[in-house]
Structures are given as C-alpha cells and as structure tokens.
C-alpha cells in the first residue's frame, strides 16, 4: 500500500481558489493511477479528477473547466489547482493510489483504488 498525505484544505468565499497537495510514500512515477475524491456528509463518495501514468486524465462534469490536477513526480505530490470554487465544492476531500489499476480504469471510480489518505476539508461559502 501507499501512504498518502493531504494538505491545503481551507475555507474560502465562493470564487476563490485553492491548491490540495497529496504526498506520497512511493514515486508516483511507479503508480499507474492517481486521483483526487470528495465526500460530503450523507452522499456517496465522488470521483473529482483521476490522473493516469501516462498523462490521460479525467474530470467530473461538475468541475470541468475549474480544477486541474497534477503531479510533481520528483517530489511525489499529486496536486488538485481548484478555482472558482462554488459552495457545491464543500467537502471533505481525498487523495487515492491505484498502483497497479489499469490506466483504462484509472477514471472507473473509486472501487479501483486502494490507498487513500485521510482528507482535508474544503468549505467554500456563499
């Protein structure tokens, strides 16, 4: 398994913008996938970005155009750049490795993963 770090979580004014930073135990170079999820009290779990190996990407529909994931792979540090947050944002978020996932499955939800950090909480108010 993979131990995983989360940082940058805050409460910010609808508009505003936001870095989450996820440290890694392991190179990420050597995880096939990685991405970032959202909980809020009493839904489901939400997938928000997933980042494969080899570069492909995905979003939820509800962040596209807003948030942008990334890595540092010298540092081992997944990012999430979040901008123009909206309080539908609010949520505990967090970050999850799929190391030996398929890149095919990289953006299949949350059933493909099986390291997750512990969450950093992000509020965005109206």
């Known amino acids: 398994q993979v131990q995983l770090v989360e940082s940058g979580g805050d409460s910010v004014q609808a508009g505003g913008s936001l870095r989450l930073s996820c440290e890694s135990s392991r190179n990420l170079d050597s995880i096939n996938c990685m991405g970032w999820f959202r909980r809020v009290p009493g839904k489901e779990r939400e997938g928000v970005a997933t980042l494969a190996n080899i570069g492909s990407v995905t979003y939820a529909d509800s962040v596209q155009g807003r948030f942008k994931i990334s890595k540092d792979n010298a540092k081992n540090i997944l990012y999430l750049q979040m901008d123009s947050l909206k309080p539908d944002d609010t949520a505990v978020y967090y970050c999850?490795?799929?190391?030996?996932?398929?890149?095919?499955?990289?953006?299949?939800?949350?059933?493909?993963?099986?390291?997750w950090g512990q969450g950093t909480q992000v509020t965005v108010s109206s």
């Open positions: 999850a490795a799929a190391p030996e996932t398929r890149w095919l499955d990289c953006g299949g939800g949350d059933r493909h993963y099986n390291s």
